[in-house]
């Protein structure tokens, strides 16, 4: 079964300090992984997908992901963290294309980051 | 251009209600998905609709229902409420059957059943 973990329940950094919020993923398949954030009382918003291609994706809002097929990985960065950054952060998995399957989105448990000023 | 809408945006219903959803997608999408997200976790799927046929179902009790329309909007309807089912219940929509596309999700709907 597909799976999505994010190890960690909070991520604190200080603003301007490099930002990681870690994402692994258990999948069959070539995996369709995507970051979505969420702002209190807010609907989650897409910050990037990787489907193929170049394992650094970039995304929105300087946002960028590193796909590791080896270490079955796929973690959020950003350079320079910003205060307004501090949400809450979900890695997500798509089921791979097949027979009967739907397209359904796999979400990790989300991630709090806090960036203090 | 209108993203994804869902309304009510908030609700409060009573234990043993019956309760309907309302999702709009963003204009040309013909797929929308419904997940429901529980405080503190991620959001589950519960329902994926393509050209108003249900294409998916996640591990819900048949209390869960939904339907799309000619317009691709969708309902989603949950009978007899429990406490349980307080949540933020999330729309999203994508351009084909989200094949390799990402998914736009609407506000939520937060519903607390009392």
């Known amino acids: 079964a597909q799976s999505v973990a994010q190890p960690e329940d909070q991520v604190n950094v200080a603003e301007g300090n490099p930002l990681t919020v870690k994402c692994t993923y258990s999948?069959?398949?070539?995996?369709?992984l995507f970051w979505y954030v969420q702002y209190p009382n807010r609907g989650l918003q897409f910050l990037l997908k990787?489907?193929?291609?170049?394992?650094l994706v970039k995304g929105s809002y300087g946002f960028e992901a590193e796909f590791n097929k080896s270490q079955t990985s796929f973690h959020l960065k950003k350079p320079s963290a910003l205060v307004s950054d501090s949400a809450l952060y979900f890695c997500a998995v798509r089921d791979s294309l097949g027979s009967g399957n739907t397209g359904k989105l796999i979400f990790g448990q989300g991630t709090t980051l806090q960036v203090k000023p | 251009d209108a993203g994804v809408t869902q309304s009510p945006t908030h609700l409060i219903k009573t234990r043993g209600q019956h309760v309907t959803l309302r999702c709009s997608p963003i204009?040309?999408?013909?797929?929308v998905s419904w997940y429901q997200q529980v405080l503190g976790q991620g959001p589950q799927f519960i329902f994926q609709?393509?050209?108003?046929?249900?294409?998916g179902r996640g591990n819900f009790p048949d209390r869960f229902s939904a339907r799309q329309f000619p317009n691709y909007s969708s309902e989603l309807n949950v009978n007899a409420l429990l406490l349980g089912d307080s949540a933020l219940y999330l729309c999203?929509?994508?351009?084909?059957?989200?094949?390799?596309?990402?998914?736009?999700f609407g506000s939520g709907t937060r519903l607390t059943v009392v």
């Open positions: 999948v069959s398949g070539n995996p369709y």
């Open positions: 609709y393509y050209e108003k046929e249900e294409r």
């Open positions: 204009s040309g999408h013909k797929s």
């Open positions: 999203a929509s994508s351009g084909t059957g989200g094949e390799s596309h990402g998914y736009t």
């Open positions: 990787y489907i193929t291609g170049d394992n």
